[in-house]
């Protein structure tokens, strides 16, 4: 489609914001099956903005309950 492979509007930013997004899916999803008697459990997303030599874009990242997830 002649559409440049990087920059905001590259084909590499949507690959890998999917990618990232996958990856901290797979990260929270092990950190609260670690600890099963816990009460804790996956709340939702919040959006932060990452910066990459490809341009920037936003990350849905996932929260859990008590907040002490760090990705």
Do not use: C, H, M
């Not at 559409?3 to 990232?20: E, F, H, M, R, W």
């Not at 999803?29 to 920037?56: C, D, I, M, P």
Request: aromatic fraction near 6%.
């Amino acid at each position: 489609a002649g559409k440049p492979i990087t920059g905001s509007d590259g084909v590499l930013a949507p690959l890998i914001k999917q990618l990232t997004e996958a990856a901290l899916s797979a990260e929270i999803e092990s950190y609260l099956g670690q600890n099963l008697n816990s009460n804790n459990r996956r709340n939702g997303y919040s959006k932060k903005t990452v910066k990459s030599a490809l341009g920037s874009f936003e990350l849905e990242t996932p929260r859990e309950r008590n907040g002490e997830f760090e990705p």
